[in-house]
């Protein structure tokens, strides 16, 4: 509408201004309505207009935004549930056990548990192991034993410790003693060449190891004991000396072999009369 002047404009204005005022509020009255006539055609536009686009290209984006965290997050939460909060191991830290692996076991209150055996054992003493270094010499020295003369040993020397220390032999007599030549060669007689041999201290002359004593130890036992030489007999000289009779001779003499006679702890022969001995000590009975 046209007015003629400012002043006519302005009451126009009012009017209208008192006009609104008496009428209630609403939400649905836009912005534009309120505004003074003169600004009605500077300021009102369409809900489609340009300078709204913007602000609903942010809330679609926002949204987006929110909706593609939530999804995250259920995806998040799905997939490892029980990891998320529990704490880190460490090389330090004993992983606790499973409660599947731990178990128990009730036992009866009158249940006795199984008596433990023991075996008998006891230490080795000195005298023990004295006694098995003994032996395993003795065996060493024994696997050196051989039948065949050798250049080196005095012929028809064939004792198989012709070396050994001041100790026991395997026939648990001394070695190089007259005593433990002849019950070597008893049991080379009887077929007995290696431990354990058939005739030793225990079951040859249990009263004694001394020469001395085996005339006495063979009347004991029973065997025979003469006064004529056998072949493989043993002499025996009162004097404390035995000698292995190798052969009697016809001109009235008997051929011994013996250690620790002519020489100290040697093999020796030689020849004497029959009568110089004290007797002849027939083989044991074999």
């Not at 404009?9 to 009017?15: D, G, I, Q, S």
């Not at 354990?196 to 130890?217: C, D, I």
Request: proline share 8%.
């Amino acid at each position: 509408m046209h007015y003629p002047s400012r002043r006519e404009l302005r009451e126009a204005e009012k009017a209208s201004s008192r006009s609104r005022s008496r009428l209630p509020e609403s939400r649905s009255v836009s912005r534009a309505a309120r505004k003074p006539l003169t600004e009605l055609t500077k300021t009102e536009r369409s809900p489609e207009t340009p300078r709204s686009k913007p602000k609903r290209r942010l809330r679609e984006k926002l949204s987006g935004v929110t909706t593609i965290a939530a999804v995250t997050g259920i995806f998040a939460t799905v997939v490892i549930p029980a990891y998320a909060s529990a704490p880190l191991m460490t090389e330090q830290q004993p992983q606790a056990s499973s409660p599947m692996e731990v178990q128990s076991i009730a036992l009866a209150a009158d249940a006795v548990p199984p008596a433990i055996e023991r075996d008998d054992y006891k230490a080795t003493t000195q005298e023990e192991l004295d006694s098995l270094r003994a032996y395993n010499e003795q065996l060493a020295a024994t696997a050196a034993y051989s039948v065949t003369i050798t250049a080196a040993r005095a012929e028809g020397d064939d004792y198989p410790w012709p070396t050994a220390g001041h100790s026991l032999s395997p026939l648990n007599y001394y070695y190089r003693q007259c005593v433990d030549f002849v019950a070597w060669r008893l049991n080379r007689d009887a077929g007995s060449y290696e431990a354990p041999f058939k005739y030793v201290w225990s079951n040859l002359t249990p009263g004694g190891g001394n020469a001395s004593q085996w005339k006495a130890a063979w009347e004991a036992k029973g065997w025979p004991v003469s006064m004529d030489p056998v072949i493989g007999a043993v002499a025996w000289f009162p004097g404390n000396h035995v000698a292995y009779v190798k052969s009697v001779n016809g001109d009235g003499t008997v051929t011994i072999e013996e250690y620790n006679g002519m020489g100290t702890r040697v093999y020796s022969q030689r020849d004497i009369p029959v009568g110089s001995v004290g007797a002849y000590l027939y083989p044991p009975p074999r």
